[in-house]
């Protein structure tokens, strides 16, 4: 586990150029795809290897193509992950695992064009972690608050889709 002090480590630099020099701290991240018409899907270029997204089953897809919307779930599960295990690093919380569930709502009437009065996309999100703690370890409702507020507030996927749909979140640690 990268301790608390090997994160300010490899941060601290950073930090410091960007505090130095704003304009260092700007980035423009890109996802490119190719469109398929003949299967109506996507193929986007991923650093695992490429993923060809397609139609939910529910808006008539075969099951077969990956769906944008678990795309955008799985994106929020892994940016969630990724910055709740560097907070909790930072508080120095003995985090050994854990998991991360993300759900959302969607009402398909709205995509399908079925109900104009049906808004397209998520109307709610549930980001939920269930974490795996070194023995002895206590995550009480005062450092559990603050390890979920610090995850929220740095996530970059949760904060992107926070203005529009509904997100919620809790920690879970065994308890």
């Given at each position: 586990?990268?301790?608390?002090?090997?994160?300010?480590?490899?941060?601290?630099?950073?930090?410091?150029?960007?505090?130095?020099?704003?304009?260092?701290a700007l980035a423009?991240?890109?996802a490119r795809g190719?469109?398929?018409?003949?299967?109506?899907?996507?193929?986007?270029?991923?650093?695992?290897?490429?993923?060809?997204?397609?139609?939910?089953?529910?808006?008539?897809?075969?099951?077969?193509?990956?769906?944008?919307?678990?795309?955008?779930?799985?994106?929020?599960?892994?940016?969630?992950?990724?910055?709740?295990?560097?907070?909790?690093?930072?508080?120095?919380?003995?985090?050994?695992?854990?998991?991360?569930?993300?759900?959302?709502?969607?009402?398909?009437?709205?995509?399908?064009?079925?109900?104009?009065?049906?808004?397209?996309?998520?109307?709610?999100?549930?980001?939920?972690?269930?974490?795996?703690?070194?023995?002895?370890?206590?995550?009480?409702?005062?450092?559990?608050?603050?390890?979920?507020?610090?995850?929220?507030?740095?996530?970059?996927?949760?904060?992107?889709?926070?203005?529009?749909?509904?997100?919620?979140?809790?920690?879970?640690?065994?308890?």
């Amino acid at each position: 586990m990268l301790t608390a002090d090997e994160l300010r480590a490899r941060q601290g630099p950073l930090k410091q150029r960007y505090r130095d020099d704003p304009a260092a701290a700007l980035a423009t991240m890109t996802a490119r795809g190719t469109l398929d018409p003949a299967t109506l899907s996507c193929r986007v270029e991923a650093a695992g290897g490429p993923v060809v997204a397609g139609l939910h089953e529910s808006a008539g897809g075969d099951g077969t193509a990956a769906c944008s919307g678990e795309m955008l779930l799985q994106a929020l599960v892994a940016c969630a992950g990724v910055t709740l295990t560097a907070v909790a690093g930072a508080l120095a919380l003995p985090l050994r695992g854990g998991t991360v569930v993300a759900e959302g709502d969607l009402d398909f009437r709205g995509t399908l064009g079925v109900s104009k009065e049906v808004p397209v996309g998520f109307h709610a999100i549930r980001l939920a972690f269930d974490l795996d703690l070194a023995p002895g370890a206590i995550l009480d409702d005062d450092r559990r608050a603050t390890l979920l507020k610090l995850t929220e507030r740095y996530c970059v996927i949760a904060q992107s889709v926070r203005p529009a749909p509904t997100l919620s979140a809790t920690v879970r640690a065994g308890d």
